[in-house]
């Protein structure tokens, strides 16, 4: 079956480590999204790619990272210098983000907390 | 005024009764709208798409567009308390990306 996999589904971090989120599809889908969300609130656009080799920040990038190396995996790496991680992370992805917009597909999220 | 607005709720409907779920853009461009079902604690899950003006049924699930009034609505028939859940209104930007309202609460008293 085809879908989209994110792992690990919970992440414990110390303070000052950085750690990354794993996500995976295998829809053939070109564009890759990564969303931010807290506890009642809406999603926020960390970063977005495309297509392979290209990403680019969306509204709150400050402290993440990430690659497109290949187009079935697109990884987030939450940094030290991102002071308040604790949140539910969600990847998503499209058959493309350009022209008609087009629904996307998510993963099952993970739950990132520091300790 | 935000991109996309919808009421965050809660919305309390008995059990068996009509969910009304409203969601309104700003930007005028639009071609597409999406509603997601986010259960507590879950992803978010595509239920209903619509691209014309007008209304499209799926099951219990009916979502009307009114691109003249920039207005989206999702109706929720009969509804159960298994629909409880946070609804996400999506719409399309001019760069292509799916812009998200906040969402609105739905519960569903037996």
């Known amino acids: 079956d085809g879908g989209i996999t994110q792992s690990p589904k919970y992440l414990f971090r110390k303070e000052g480590q950085n750690v990354t989120l794993s996500c995976e599809q295998n829809l053939n889908h070109d564009a890759m999204y990564w969303y931010r969300q807290d506890p009642g609130q809406g999603l926020r656009l960390i970063y977005y790619?495309?297509?392979?080799?290209?990403?680019q920040k969306g509204d709150i990038a400050e402290g993440y990272s990430v690659s497109r190396e290949k187009k079935e995996s697109f990884p987030l790496t939450v940094t030290s210098a991102q002071k308040n991680p604790t949140a539910f992370y969600l990847c998503?992805?499209?058959?493309?983000?350009?022209?008609?917009?087009?629904?996307?597909?998510f993963g099952s999220g993970t739950r990132l907390t520091v300790v | 005024q935000k991109e996309v607005e919808q009421n965050s709720g809660p919305l309390s409907v008995p059990e068996g009764a009509i969910a009304s779920l409203n969601c309104t853009y700003s930007d005028r461009g639009s071609q597409s709208f999406f509603w997601y079902r986010q259960y507590s604690g879950k992803s978010p899950e595509l239920i209903m798409s619509i691209y014309s003006n007008g209304d499209k049924e799926d099951g219990r699930f009916t979502a009307q567009l009114n691109k003249a009034s920039q207005y989206v609505s999702l109706l929720i028939r009969d509804s159960q308390p298994s629909d409880s859940a946070t609804y996400l209104c999506a719409v399309n930007s001019n760069t292509g990306k799916l812009i998200f309202g906040q969402g609105t609460t739905l519960q569903v008293k037996p």
């Open positions: 998503a992805s499209s058959i493309s983000s350009r022209g008609r917009g087009y629904g996307y597909t």
């Open positions: 790619s495309q297509i392979v080799n290209d990403f």
